[in-house]
């Protein structure tokens, strides 16, 4: 995927682990007239540590591996989402983010495998191939290199 947008490119942003639930659904509204908001992996990661462990912005930003400016604007588009979602009865669904990218420097484990957050399954890394540009033949989802941004075994 080519970078079009001007200016400093987007640095990799590191999590810790996935999320294990990818959907949160209103409950009394009909599935016809419900409406997504979208959050992204990095955008959970940021609530995570903010939010659950009450990190300070600095300290949560230099474990994302971006700016305290950059982690403060994610993790105000997740607060903001959460609460439309809350406030106005829509579906909260998690996928994508800017973690795609290989962070240089850290070798994992079974970074040879393509995988699946929503069903699990997993194929072999094609080299020169990045996994985000191919889509699981189960679920039609974009995979993730197992182990680089998760802790998906």
Known sequence: MKNTRAGRPVNCRSVEGLPKVTCFLPEGIPPMKLKNVVLSVDEVEAMRLADMQGLYQAEAAEKMNVSRQTFGRIVQSARKKVAEALVEGKTIC???????????????EGE?????????????HIDGVPCRTELCPECKKPLIRKGRFSSVD
Do not use: R, S
């Not at 393509?114 to 699990?120: I, S, T």
């Open 94 to 108: 998690i996928e994508g983010g800017n973690i795609a990218q290989v962070c240089p420097g850290h070798p994992v």
């Open 112 to 124: 040879n495998v393509c995988v699946c957050l929503y069903c699990g399954y997993e194929k072999p």
